[in-house]
């Protein structure tokens, strides 16, 4: 799940209606895993998602005083986060069949869908979390693999290591994270991002 706040939810607002850069970085911290995952939901390409995901935290500095409290906050990253993705689906000049399920599942998406993805987005966020506890080399090559989707020809060329070396690590990786991830929930995050089809199938 997310991390605690640093100090009170009524401190932390005070801060942000006053523009506090400190109280706005530990919010970012906070939340942007989980924003992240929820664009990558819907939009696969890590700099899209990562892009989609940071204009969000921009247009929120933007509008701090207008919140009283942090379920209100967290309520406009995800509403704002899944309207970007809509527009940059919309926008891309070669529509196909996935590209068109995908708007018509934000499209479809209530409120109590809304809630169902940030508490899933929060479980990420946990899974996420777990994986930077890694030692540098398995991180990266869990990135790599689970979440860049790049093939183990293509990591051991990266890293400049052989095939069986990236197997090692990938195994090594996998079993860490399942020794860590005590919860149903988060076993269960874990095998989404194993799963090829999980943008879609997990909607």
């Known amino acids: 799940m997310s991390k ?9 607002l005070r801060r942000l209606h006053t523009g506090d850069k400190s109280a706005f970085e530990a919010l970012y911290r906070d939340q942007y895993i989980a924003v992240f ?9 890590i700099q899209a998602a990562e892009d989609l995901a940071t204009e969000t935290f921009l247009k929120l500095w ?17 509403v704002t986060v ?16 996935r590209h068109l399920r995908l708007i018509q599942l934000l499209e479809q998406e209530d409120d ?18 777990e994986v930077e506890k890694l030692s540098p080399r398995l991180k990266e090559v869990f990135i790599l693999s689970y ?11 990266r890293l400049h290591i ?15 994270l399942r020794l860590t991830l005590t919860s149903r929930e988060g076993l269960l ?15």
């Open 112 to 129: 109590q869908s809304l809630a169902n993805q940030q508490l899933m987005a929060d479980i990420y966020a946990h899974v996420y979390a």
């Open 82 to 97: 899944k309207n970007a993705c809509l527009n940059h689906l919309r926008a891309e000049e070669r529509m196909n069949t």
């Open 4 to 12: 605690s706040p640093p100090y009170s939810e009524a401190l932390w």
């Open 37 to 45: 995952y929820t664009a990558k939901r819907f939009v696969p390409d």
């Open 162 to 176: 052989n095939n069986q070396s990236v197997r090692n690590d990938k195994a090594r990786a996998l079993k860490q």
């Open 62 to 78: 933007e509008r701090l005083g207008d919140f009283n409290s942090m379920a209100a906050i967290r309520s406009f990253l995800f």
């Open 147 to 157: 979440i860049d989707g790049l093939s183990n020809e293509e990591i051991a060329a």
């Open 189 to 203: 995050v874990l095998f989404l991002l194993l799963s090829l089809d999980y943008p879609v199938a997990s909607a």
